[in-house]
């Protein structure tokens, strides 16, 4: 089946009979792939700025490090203010804003004279923007594919593994020529890139190709008229009450072909006619809340709460647990370096495996999430350099898989549908903003207690099983939901169907028998 596109001005919204896999949708993935870039990935960059900004503000590490844990955590707690301001004023210009206010924050972050300046300029309003900035890309790039939908998001996302090789080297070695304050202005120039990539989200509407119904086969003349003395026959006793029905072609003076009366009013003729033309774009709940009635949705928001505590702790503690091992800085960097090469694999694996039909993909999801789980817990029994960087390809390439397909499965029919994926995911990331929030200072705790860096790792991993655990209800959920519904639903019918005595029709017939008898024989 071809996919029918109407083509339309640059700004308007695309138009398509069913999602086209394809399309406009390549470019939306191109701008996605960017905004990764653009992200995350200078999140995960922003480390090269620790020392600097530890010497300049003569502050410790933990103080530093807080710009990024609020920047996280304001970026997933207005995860619903995104779907917000998406559904109202549209995916394109919100992340056209988004990109406004990172490179906002980022410039004056780069005048900053304490610490506290910063928590405000990159960790409110840069997170803002971030919020702003990805939530609604991921979300309409949702909607512009369906089979290819796994594949293409996991190749796009790797956006921001790629930026974590070329930023962190190219704004070292930009810091040594101009400084640390200039390097961030640098940033924030180039952060306003998000802006051309949110002109290119065109809104996408599908519209059901109307299907033209052909006419039955003429019966033969014969039967039709045997019909037709049939329902003259059971419509006699009608008479008396004031109805006539006329069938027979010969109480239709002028016609060769009877016309049956439709039984539905004028307006509604009026209304099906109206119907045919180009129907109104429906009007989208700011925010539906409705999810939350959802189980199956309950159970994958808390799969994800508890599995975001081994999302972000392994890459501020591994460098950390090396050192303590007797790894040098040099080994340590290439243990970090080789596990985001191991994440961009995994991610293009998850998608190529989750985009083969059929295939039940929150099953394949629970499987890596629990090979992920083993990873961290291996963290723990690492004793040497060789070990550790198994450990640390290992868990890259498991949280690849997992990192890479975990909003996008919100699409799928097992969790909430295509149709709830944009407030679905504006809930489900808020709830994960609490887990981003504490799990490095969880972590932290531990290893200030334990005074051993495995201890993060533990907690890493007891966080990653109970998430595997909810996961595994969803599916369950979802199919016991369907069931109720369909149960209340027949329910319904049968009680809004009344049984009817087996003779009532034969009855019926009856009597108009006889009264056409007596009407034969008084003629």
């Not at 647990?321 to 994440?343: F, N, P, Q, R, V």
């Not at 549908?417 to 407030?423: E, N």
């Not at 329910?491 to 029709?505: H, K, R, S, V, Y």
Request: contains cysteine; negative net charge.
């Amino acid at each position: 089946m071809t996919v029918k596109t109407v083509k339309m001005p640059c700004t308007a919204p695309n138009v398509y009979t069913k999602v086209p896999d394809g399309g406009w949708g390549w470019t939306i993935a191109f701008a996605f792939f960017f905004v990764e870039a653009l992200t995350y990935g200078i999140i995960k960059s922003f480390g090269v700025f620790f020392n600097d900004l530890m010497e300049s503000f003569d502050e410790t590490n933990s103080r530093i490090s807080w710009i990024i844990s609020i920047c996280v955590f304001v970026q997933a707690f207005t995860a619903p203010l995104s779907t917000v301001l998406s559904n109202r004023f549209g995916h394109r210009l919100v992340v056209m804003a988004g990109g406004v206010l990172i490179s906002t924050g980022m410039v004056t972050a780069s005048f900053s004279r304490t610490v506290v300046e910063m928590y405000i300029t990159i960790g409110v309003v840069s997170g803002l923007g971030y919020c702003l900035s990805f939530l609604p890309t991921v979300t309409i790039l949702s909607q512009y594919f369906d089979k290819r939908r796994s594949l293409v998001t996991a190749v796009a996302s790797t956006g921001e593994c790629f930026a974590v090789f070329s930023f962190a080297p190219a704004i070292t070695a930009l810091k040594e020529q101009i400084g640390w304050r200039y390097s961030l202005l640098s940033v924030g120039v180039l952060q306003l890139g998000i802006v051309i990539c949110g002109s290119l989200l065109r809104p996408i509407i599908i519209k059901e190709q109307e299907e033209v119904k052909a006419q039955p086969p003429e019966e033969p003349t014969e039967t039709k008229y045997m019909l037709e003395n049939e329902q003259t026959r059971t419509s006699i006793e009608s008479i008396d009450s004031g109805v006539e029905i006329t069938t027979s072609p010969s109480n239709v003076p002028g016609h060769t072909k009877a016309e049956p009366k439709s039984e539905e009013p004028k307006e509604h003729v009026q209304i099906l006619a109206a119907n045919n033309s180009t129907p109104p774009e429906p009007k989208n709940k700011l925010l539906d809340f409705s999810v939350m009635r959802d189980y199956s949705f309950i159970c994958y928001a808390l799969f994800g709460l508890f599995a975001t505590l081994g999302f972000f702790a392994p890459s501020l503690y591994i460098i950390p647990l090396s050192l303590s091992l007797g790894i040098s800085k040099d080994h340590s960097a290439y243990i970090l370096s080789a596990m985001a090469i191991a994440e961009v694999f995994g991610r293009i694996s998850a998608g190529w495996v989750l985009n083969k039909k059929p295939i039940r993909k929150i099953y394949i999801e629970l499987i890596c999430v629990v090979l992920l789980s083993v990873a961290l817990f291996a963290f723990t029994f690492a004793s040497e350099f060789w070990g550790l960087m198994t450990c640390s390809i290992f868990f890259g390439f498991m949280l690849g898989t997992v990192a890479g397909t975990h909003i996008p499965l919100l699409a799928e029919d097992d969790v909430v549908g295509i149709a709830k994926m944009s407030s679905a995911a504006g809930v489900y990331v808020f709830i994960q903003s609490l887990a981003g929030l504490a799990g490095p200072p969880v972590a932290g705790v531990l290893v200030d207690t334990t005074q051993n860096y495995s201890s993060a790792f533990y907690s890493c991993a007891a966080g990653m099983v109970l998430g595997a655990v909810f996961l595994s209800l969803v599916r369950p959920c979802k199919v016991g939901l369907c069931r109720r519904r369909q149960q209340r639903v027949e329910e319904g019918t049968a009680q809004a169907l009344p049984e009817l005595p087996d003779d009532f029709i034969d009855m019926d017939i009856g009597k108009a028998e006889n009264s056409g008898k007596a009407c034969d024989s008084t003629a």
